[in-house]
């Protein structure tokens, strides 16, 4: 600490100004910036506060609110040294107290007598509101998004009734390429929820309770992942439609007279206009070890000379560097209904060499909305 506790206030500062160490009461001190940030915050605003140390090491640091007469609570472990008597180091956010008081003296009235306490996950407001945590915003989210998933498989095969047996084989093949065109579409709404539940918990908090590292690198991974494999449902999905087009259904004239080609050709442009880099993006995830191993290697790939970024996470678009240019992926849900939007254009174009499936997808394997 720069400036002690006592010298301008009952908070110690470090070199910054920001507050590091604040005395809870006489003989208990708590250190870390993020406790002591939100105390000086909560306090300079009209919050009371106090703390309570149990003979097992716990201490609850509580803080209330005249507004919401109610009480947000901090915990930690206690220590004791000659120098600063007992004191606990980054106490961690909790909770609201699922109760309420009249004043801060029933509040540590309360603490004073153990017993049962109910926790709320959320956060306490200056103006005397309450917000849930990021984890139950997240959750939210989630939610909301879950109904608009996509059926994981097709309710349709090929009608093979009316194919020769040298046509066969190839109804085979086009019937496991149009339920590959469904997981890749429904694995690609999974990442694209998954960058949203991840994108929630990692901004979704106030200032005065950031997340740990742990949690923020975490999180951040989460988000990585779901770019990967979204990038790589996407190429898989460009791979399948092609084989459809250009060749399982050359291999059976019979199906072919069947099928409507001009839909096709007006599914594989809308895919072509609205997914770029699609190969490039596979290709520099699925090689990063080798594309960007040496300092020779990401030089080239990166557009820039002077700097090579890794990844770029720009809301729910995913940017990396090569080939000499940034290629970006849009994860969001828009790009995962343009997706679905194709897939609808595959299965209208083949809507006439499809009959219902004899064996129907479970209600658990099977999510509604397509």
């Known amino acids: 600490m720069i400036t002690k ?20 009461i006489p003989g208990f001190v708590a250190f870390g910036h993020i406790i002591c940030q939100r105390i000086k915050t909560a306090t300079d605003a009209g919050f009371e506060d106090g703390c309570r140390l149990y003979a097992d090491g716990a201490a609850t640091i509580y803080l209330f609110s005249p507004a919401a007469q109610a009480v947000e609570l901090w915990s930690g472990r206690w220590k004791k040294d000659e120098v600063t008597g007992h004191y606990a180091v980054n106490p961690q956010y909790i909770g609201v107290l699922d109760r309420s008081f009249v004043d801060i003296a029933e509040a540590r009235a309360f603490f004073e007598t153990p017993q049962p306490m109910a926790i709320r996950a959320e956060y306490l407001t200056i103006d005397g509101q309450t917000t849930p945590h990021a984890d139950i915003i997240a959750d939210r989210e989630f939610a909301l998004t ?33 339920h590959n065109l469904f997981g890749y579409v429904f694995r690609f709404h999974a990442a694209s929820k998954l960058m949203t539940y991840a994108n929630t918990l990692h901004f979704s908090r106030p200032a005065y309770v950031p997340q740990n590292e742990a949690t923020f690198f975490i999180s951040m991974e989460w988000r990585q992942m779901a770019a990967r494999d979204a990038a790589f449902s996407l190429y898989h999905f460009q791979h399948t439609f092609e084989v459809i087009s250009k060749e399982a259904i050359r291999r059976a004239p019979n199906l072919r007279s069947r099928i409507d080609l001009s839909k096709l050709r007006i599914a594989r442009k809308l895919f072509a206009s609205q997914f770029k880099d699609v190969v490039p993006m596979r290709n520099a995830l699925g090689h990063a070890g080798e594309f960007y191993s040496t300092t020779k290697a990401r030089a080239t790939h990166s557009p820039n000379k002077n700097m090579f970024l890794e990844f770029v996470i720009s809301g729910e678009v995913y940017s990396v560097e090569s080939y000499g240019r940034r290629l970006s992926l849009d994860m969001s849900l828009v790009a995962a209904q343009r997706l679905e939007r194709v897939k609808t254009l595959i ?3 083949l809507a006439a060499a499809l009959a219902p499936s004899k064996v129907q997808p479970t209600a658990a394997q099977q999510p509604q909305g397509n």
């Open 146 to 178: 879950l109904d608009k998933a996509p059926r994981r498989f097709p309710d349709r095969r090929i009608d093979r009734t009316q194919l020769p047996n040298d046509e066969r084989e190839a109804a085979d093949d086009l019937d496991f390429l149009v």
């Open 347 to 349: 299965i209208e174009a």
């Open 5 to 24: 506790i006592g010298e301008k206030d009952r908070f110690g500062y470090d070199d910054r100004g920001r507050p590091v160490a604040v005395q809870i």
